[in-house]
């Protein structure tokens, strides 16, 4: 069984699931954007939670027109907001979190990925 972490993907195939060039993979490592896991050969292999970044990655890029500078601010913010979230599930007790879970779900946030915090609340 694998989890988010475990390396399992080359680049070629993160790629064509994320729809850039390979290249295009290797400038936003080059970037400190992306950190895939190296085989003793040297061959880049990426986890899910890489491919999952990279897919927010090329939204913010594309959908978005975030210049690599400010997707590393974005990335940086949103990493941060998950330790956050993390330090909150380790200090609130079972009723807390309940509350704050529900306030999460009755707020309507543009920009924040509430079903990411409310796993974090719940792990």
Do not use: C, W
Not at 4 to 9: D, F, G, L, R, S
Not at 50 to 59: F, G, H, M, N, P
Not at 61 to 70: E, F, L, P, Q
Request: no cysteine.
């Amino acid at each position: 069984m694998k989890d988010e972490h475990t390396p399992v993907y080359m680049i070629s195939v993160v790629a064509k699931l994320v729809g850039v060039h390979p290249q295009t993979l290797r400038f936003y490592e080059n970037e400190g954007l992306l950190k895939p896991s190296r085989t003793e050969g040297k061959t880049r292999l990426y986890s899910e939670a890489d491919l999952k970044r990279a897919r927010r990655i090329v939204s913010l890029t594309r959908d978005r027109g975030v210049n690599v500078a400010g997707v590393e601010l974005i990335l940086n913010m949103e990493d941060e907001l998950d330790r956050l979230f993390e330090l909150l599930a380790q200090m609130l007790d079972d009723a807390l979190k309940e509350s704050l879970i529900e306030r999460l779900e009755e707020e309507h946030f543009k920009e924040i990925n509430v079903e990411r915090l409310i796993r974090l609340l719940t792990e």
